[in-house]
Nanobody, 127 residues
Framework: EVQLVESGGGLVQAGGSLRLSCAAS????????IGWFRQAPGKEREGVVC????????HYADSVKGRFAISSDNAKNTVYLQMNSLTTEDTAVYYCAAEHLLYTGGFYCDPESNDYWGQGTQVTVSS
C-alpha cells in the first residue's frame, strides 16, 4: 500500500520557522520525485518545491526561494521541508506528493503530474 504521511505542521508567528516531514512507503523511492504542494483557502493548489532523491536535483517556486529548503533521507524514504522566514502568505494546507520520473529522468513538479498524495498538514502563520 502506497503511503505518504506528512507531519510537522502547526501555528507559527510571522518570521518563524517550521519543518515538515513526509514519510513515504509502498513504492520505489528512487523512481519518483517527491514534492511539496500547498493550497490556501480559495486558491488553487500550487507547487512549492520538489526533489529527485536519486541525484538531489530540485525545483523551487520563486515565492519560496531563499526561505525554504527541501532535503531527503533516502535511507528512511523521508523528505523534509525546512521553512524559514514564514509570512502570512505561506498559510495553507501543505501536501506531500510523488511523481514518477519521466524516461529522461526529469519531473514536472506540477500538481497535475503526481501519482500519489498525502493527506496534508495545516500550516498557519500569524501576523
Amino acid at each position: 500500500e502506497v503511503q505518504l504521511v506528512e507531519s510537522g505542521g502547526g501555528l507559527v508567528q510571522a518570521g518563524g520557522s517550521l519543518r515538515l516531514s513526509c514519510a513515504a512507503s509502498g513504492f520505489t523511492f528512487d523512481d519518483y520525485a517527491i514534492g511539496w504542494f500547498r493550497q490556501a483557502p480559495g486558491k488553487e493548489r500550487e507547487g512549492v518545491v520538489c526533489v529527485k532523491s536519486s541525484d538531489g536535483s530540485t525545483h523551487y517556486a520563486d515565492s519560496v526561494k531563499g526561505r525554504f529548503a527541501i532535503s531527503s533521507d533516502n535511507a528512511k524514504n523521508t523528505v523534509y521541508l525546512q521553512m524559514n522566514s514564514l509570512t502570512t502568505e505561506d498559510t495553507a494546507v501543505y501536501y506531500c506528493a510523488a511523481e514518477h520520473l519521466l524516461y529522461t529522468g526529469g519531473f514536472y513538479c506540477d500538481p497535475e503530474s503526481n501519482d500519489y498524495w498525502g493527506q496534508g498538514t495545516q500550516v498557519t502563520v500569524s501576523s
